[in-house]
């Protein structure tokens, strides 16, 4: 299977186990089941791979804090009220330095809200989510082949940095099909991860642990951790630009938002109007120097996200005054079209006196 036509989730689970992925531990939500059901069907397909349906998404993140010290590259995947349950577990994997690849794809809310597809888990997954100073990557996919794709960076880049990486889709990327290309086939053997706990015969015992009474020890590994999110921020931040080079006023948007956004500018382009979007793909570590960069030309940037302004303060930061920024959304699970998209560009491109 090289090129097919698949679902988002079905193609994220056919990505992690391209990946290498060992573990995957869940439990059913809309709009994610396809993936947990596309899991238990072909993990097995690899020997000495394990799929559990755990009894509570708090159960299924301490599996996987269970597998990653033991040296697995292991998943779990939610919709946002499971991944809220998910949170203490997610700061006790940051706390110890070790990688995880946890999957939410968005829905509606607060509460239980809606099954529909929604972009407000943005400042949880961004501002870490649980307790502590700690980060996660944060990839934000706009299409099912980037479904696919950042599954696999999601377990290199968790390797690379000893640290939890979520991949923040929506019900929307869930659910269509579209074609998809795999670009590597699962390895054959996996090396065991350096500090995993695989029995000590031969070394002396390690203790991988999240307590210590000593307040200045703490200090110093939050430091450690701040120090390697720096270098996070240095190495990996990506994004995407479309058609700003001679752009009044960029639109910046963020996964099915952005593809959204992409057809209305394609439409308002036919018009005249000069509008061009910029995407962020890693929303953390957010491109904040892209953004300051590109304020040096373009003075007009219109956010919009599906819930009620969370990206929009970290645009707002980045430009540090250096341009105007307004914000149009579509909270609860309301999806709009490009059409209504375009209209709202549109009357502020003509507002601010753009030609």
């Known amino acids: 299977m090289t090129n097919v036509l698949m679902d988002g989730n079905s193609a994220i689970a056919?990505?992690?186990?391209?990946?290498?992925?060992?573990?995957?531990?869940?439990?059913?939500?809309?709009?994610?089941?396809?993936?947990t059901e596309y899991m238990a069907l072909n993990l097995s397909r690899r020997k000495g791979c394990a799929f559990v349906q755990a009894e509570s998404e708090v159960a299924a993140i301490n599996m996987v804090y269970g597998a990653s010290v033991a040296g697995a590259r292991a998943m779990t995947s939610s919709s946002s009220p499971g991944i809220s349950l998910k949170q203490e577990g997610i700061s006790y994997l940051a706390a110890c330095e070790l990688p995880a690849v946890i999957v939410n794809m968005q829905r509606g809310g607060?509460?239980?809200?809606?099954?529909?597809?929604?972009?407000?888990?943005?400042?949880?997954?961004?501002?870490?989510?649980?307790?502590?100073d700690y980060r996660t990557i944060v990839l934000g996919p706009s299409s099912v082949q980037e479904l696919a794709d950042m599954t696999?960076?999601?377990?290199?880049?968790?390797?690379?940095?000893?640290?939890?990486?979520?991949?923040?889709?929506?019900?929307?990327?869930?659910?269509?099909?579209?074609?998809?290309?795999?670009?590597r086939e699962a390895p054959t053997v996996l090396a065991v991860r350096e500090g995993s706990l695989r029995g000590a015969k031969g070394r002396p015992s390690r203790i991988i642990k999240t307590f210590t009474s000593n307040p200045s020890e703490l200090e110093e590994i939050n430091w450690s951790l701040?120090?390697?999110?720096?270098?996070?921020?240095?190495?990996?931040?990506?994004f995407e630009t479309f058609l700003t080079e001679d752009a009044r006023l960029v639109v910046v948007a963020f996964g099915i938002a952005a593809r959204i956004a992409k057809?209305?500018?394609?439409?308002?382009?036919?018009?005249?109007?000069?509008?061009?979007?910029?995407?962020?793909?890693?929303?953390?570590?957010?491109?904040?120097?892209?953004?300051?960069?590109?304020?040096?030309?373009?003075?007009?940037?219109?956010?919009?996200?599906?819930?009620?302004?969370?990206?929009?303060?970290?645009?707002q930061l980045a430009l540090a005054g250096q341009g105007e920024v307004?914000?149009?959304?579509?909270?609860?699970?309301?999806?709009?079209?490009?059409?209504?998209?375009?209209?709202?560009?549109?009357?502020?491109?003509y507002q601010k006196g753009l030609k």
């Open 152 to 183: 696999m960076r999601a377990f290199d880049l968790a390797d690379k940095y000893k640290i939890p990486v979520i991949i923040l889709g929506d019900g929307v990327l869930g659910q269509m099909k579209e074609p998809v290309e795999f670009k």
């Open 110 to 132: 607060p509460g239980l809200g809606s099954i529909s597809a929604a972009q407000s888990d943005y400042f949880q997954a961004t501002r870490g989510g649980g307790h502590g």
């Open 263 to 315: 057809g209305a500018i394609k439409n308002l382009r036919a018009e005249g109007l000069k509008v061009g979007l910029m995407r962020p793909i890693t929303l953390w570590p957010f491109p904040d120097e892209p953004l300051k960069e590109m304020a040096k030309t373009i003075k007009q940037y219109l956010v919009f996200e599906m819930n009620m302004g969370q990206m929009v303060e970290d645009v």
């Open 14 to 35: 056919e990505a992690a186990i391209r990946a290498g992925c060992q573990c995957y531990f869940g439990y059913p939500i809309t709009p994610q089941n396809e993936l």
């Open 226 to 238: 701040f120090r390697r999110y720096t270098l996070i921020k240095k190495e990996e931040t990506t």
């Open 326 to 349: 307004a914000f149009y959304g579509r909270p609860g699970g309301v999806i709009p079209n490009p059409s209504e998209v375009a209209r709202v560009i549109s009357r502020l491109y």
